[in-house]
């Protein structure tokens, strides 16, 4: 389709998409995501497919897990003190958590004993295939502002990167929020060096 601006470096791209899961479940999906093309906003993987595109283009890319939310890590197993958590967790719970370096995390409830909890560090969609429907629904040249800001954003996403605060995955800020993945009950919780702390009253932000 013919367009005045093409996908490019330093280009403004608003974009429309869904993205599905390795099962062909839609878990996210967005209208107008405003990103600066080349500023390592989206995966490399989606990037490329995007390149070259105009306003109204649409198109569709599977991204295997090394180009997305990498591969599980059998390793990223946290066992917290079980009165860290209110009475009624259970297995598949999803718990928000953010660390010392403020990067949040989305843990995963695996198994709950008289005493512990075992969580899941990895993404939620780490070790999935991932399709991305998506619309180019803007394409323009990136203002001063917008590149400032969108390099602003990839020096702390390096920074987090080489602090291990990434959980896993691309330098590149994810292009599913974390909160539209969690599912079952939410709370916001804190990392501490004993372990898993809450952040909010019990109840404050479960989901039903």
């Not at 390096?158 to 990434?166: E, F, L, P």
């Not at 501490?192 to 952040?199: E, F, I, K, N, Q």
Request: aromatic share 6%; proline share 8%.
């Amino acid at each position: 389709m013919s367009s005045e601006y093409q996908v490019g470096p330093d280009t403004f791209v608003a974009l429309d998409f869904t993205v599905f899961d390795g099962e062909g479940e839609a878990v996210s999906e967005a209208e107008r995501l405003g990103f600066v093309f080349g500023r390592g906003q989206l995966f490399p993987a989606l990037e490329q497919a995007l390149d070259g595109l105009g306003t109204g283009d649409r198109g569709v890319v599977t991204l295997a897990p090394r180009d997305a939310y990498g591969e599980r890590d059998p390793q990223a197993i946290l066992e917290v003190d079980r009165a860290e958590f209110p009475p009624e967790v259970a297995p598949g719970d999803r718990f928000e958590a953010e660390n010392d370096a403020g990067a949040v995390l989305v843990l995963k409830v695996l198994d709950v004993g008289p005493d512990t909890v075992h969580l899941d560090l990895n993404h939620p969609l780490a070790g999935q295939e991932v399709r991305v429907e998506f619309a180019v629904s803007e394409v323009r040249p990136a203002t001063s502002e917008e590149l400032a800001a969108a390099d602003a954003a990839l020096e702390a996403a390096q920074d987090q990167s080489a602090a291990g605060t990434t959980n896993g995955t691309p330098v590149a800020a994810p292009v599913i929020p974390l909160d539209r993945l969690l599912r079952g009950r939410t709370r916001g919780y804190e990392r501490s060096p004993a372990g898993v702390t809450p952040a909010t009253q019990p109840g404050d932000s479960d989901e039903h």
